[in-house]
């Protein structure tokens, strides 16, 4: 099995800053691509923040270019989201997910349990 953890998630003033990580372990053979989603107080889906591949290509959504950074450590199994001039409608939970190989042949999408993000104006 794969485990997610995410960690660094708090309470911010608009305007700060956060870093969050997500760490992957367990039976892992690679990871194709990882991401990050959110999910707004009182909206029932996740929404895509950004994603990144093996090879360090980035996709953003407009919400964010700009603000938001994405990377990862490929020898940890690591990706990381740094979030500058954080906006109060970027509250919400943050979830990670990868695309992990467990054997040259399975691949999964897992999940981390999400960490809180809440801006204050």
């Known amino acids: 099995q794969v485990q997610l953890v995410e960690s660094g998630g708090g309470l911010v003033q608009a305007g700060g800053s956060l870093r969050l990580s997500c760490a992957a372990s367990?039976?892992?053979?690679?990871?194709?691509?990882m991401g990050w989603h959110r999910q707004a107080p009182g909206k029932k889906q996740r929404e895509l923040v950004a994603?990144?591949?093996?090879?360090?290509?980035?996709n953003y959504a407009d919400s964010v270019k700009g603000r938001f950074t994405i990377s990862r450590d490929n020898a940890k199994n690591t990706v990381y989201l740094e979030m500058n001039s954080l906006k109060p409608e970027d509250t919400g939970a943050y979830y990670c997910?990868?695309?992990?190989?467990?054997?040259?042949?399975?691949?999964?999408?897992?999940w981390g349990q999400g960490t809180q993000v809440t801006v204050s104006s």
């Open positions: 997910n990868a695309d992990v190989k467990t054997t040259s042949r399975s691949q999964s999408v897992y």
């Open positions: 367990g039976m892992i053979f690679s990871i194709n691509v």
């Open positions: 994603f990144i591949t093996s090879g360090g290509n980035t």
